[in-house]
Every structure is written in C-alpha cells, then in structure tokens.
C-alpha cells in the first residue's frame, strides 16, 4: 500500500520560501504511477493543483503559481519536493502531496494523497 | 479561482438519493477531458471516489456512480448512509489553463 507523507516547516515569514517534502513509502516512487502532484486547500479558495512532476523531472504547474513554484524529486530517497518563493498570507493552506492515478496512459485524478500539512505564512 | 461549479450543499433522509452537479465549460469538461470525484471527511485529506467519468476504485461502493455529458458531471448517491456525510468535490482537467488539474467549489452532503 503507497503511503504519502509531508514534512516541512509550519511557519513561514511573508516574503520568505516555503519548502516542503513528500515522502513515498510502500513501493518505489518511479513505480507505478509516473507523475506525483501537489495540491492545496485553503478556507477561502477550496483545492487548488499546484503542479505535478514526472519521475524523469519534467515538470507542470499552475500558470497562476508558475512564476513562483518549483517542484524537483530524489528518486534515490523516494521523496518530491515544493518550493514556494515570496509567500504571502495567500499562500496559508494545508498542503497535500499526492500521487497521480495513471488509467491506461491516460491522466484521471489523484489516487493515494498524503494527509496533509498546514503551513501558515505569517510574522 | 474554481473554474468547475459545484452547489454548496445538498441533503437527504437515509436511504434516498441525492445527486451533485458539476457544471463546467467548453475549455474542460466540454473539450473531452475526464472528471474525477473525491469524498473529503472533516480533517482527512480527499479521496477518490470515481475516475474517468464513471468507474469505482477498488473498495468504493456501487452506491455511488458518476455520469458525464456536455460540459457537466453529476454523482449520485443512492441508499444515502450516515457515514456519506461529507464534502465532495468534482475535478478536471482545462485547456486554457495548459491543461492544469481544476476542482470544483465543494458540495456539502448533510444526512438529515
């Protein structure tokens, strides 16, 4: 069973980066599915997708986040990571890494999600 | 921010049926792409409950289905349970955003 853990920081000041990583566990992080996402959820603006990345490194985010987001992975660690520059208190929400169901080569959704971590970007 | 609308509650006795509507445009749903949909319990993270318009994950109960047409999904739940109380959200995919993932605004399912 695939099992999706964050870790990172739950405090940030405003201006400054928010980092977080998602650990795999339960099988290899370049088996199975092939693109690994993350996604936040905030009071005020629901689930919004951040990006997703390819276990080869491509990557894909938001336009609206792109300018400020990266994503990279260690697939020696079986871990993925979010960088996200300049926060503000609009960037505030439970952050949630996940895994992106793959249905015979076609894209549909995301099937295993982490649980979640909150990440408050305040002074 | 939510390109898909979703209405913001809806409930049911136990035992009736209850349907949630996704309504989107012609950059999404309307331009081919599937429609997932995830039951999220207060504190838990989302989880998915039907992929590719209409099927079940191993473990989900056939109490639920999804349809889609035009530039609109709905999921039913029939038999409506106790347990179904829950946030549920719909989720594509759109063309004008580079194919971004896009959610819908939440439901609320209340069991009366």
């Known amino acids: 069973q695939v099992q999706l853990q964050e870790s990172g920081p739950g405090l940030v000041k405003p201006s400054q980066t928010l980092s977080l990583t998602c650990t795999v566990s339960?099988?290899?992080?370049?088996?199975?599915?092939?693109?690994w996402s993350w996604i936040r959820q905030s009071a005020g603006k629901g689930l919004e997708w951040i990006g997703r990345?390819?276990?080869?490194?491509?990557?894909q985010y938001n336009p609206s986040l792109k300018r400020r987001v990266n994503i990279s992975i260690d697939t020696s660690r079986n871990q993925f990571s979010l960088q996200l520059t300049s926060v503000t208190a609009a960037d505030t929400a439970v952050y949630y890494c996940?895994?992106?169901?793959?249905?015979?080569?076609?894209?549909?959704?995301?099937?295993?999600w982490g649980q979640g971590t909150l990440v408050t970007v305040s002074s | 921010q939510s390109v898909l609308t979703q209405p913001p509650s809806v409930s049911g006795a136990p035992g009736q049926r209850v349907t949630i509507s996704c309504t989107g445009s012609?950059?999404?749903?309307?331009?081919?792409?599937?429609v997932q949909w995830y039951q999220q319990l207060p504190g838990i993270a989302p989880k998915l409950l039907i992929y590719?318009?209409?099927n079940r994950p191993s473990g989900v109960p056939d109490r639920f289905s999804g349809s889609k047409s035009g530039t609109s999904a709905s999921l039913a739940i029939t038999g409506l349970q106790a347990e179904d109380e829950a946030d549920y959200y719909c989720?594509?995919?759109?063309?004008?955003?580079?194919?971004?993932?896009?959610f819908g605004t939440g439901t609320k399912v209340t069991v009366l």
């Open positions: 996940a895994r992106v169901y793959m249905v015979q080569g076609v894209i549909s959704g995301f099937d295993y």
């Open positions: 339960g099988g290899s992080i370049s088996s199975g599915s092939s693109y």
């Open positions: 990345i390819h276990i080869g490194g491509s990557t």
């Open positions: 012609s950059s999404n749903i309307g331009d081919g792409y599937n």
């Open positions: 590719g318009n209409s």
């Open positions: 989720q594509s995919y759109d063309s004008s955003l580079s194919a971004s993932a896009v």
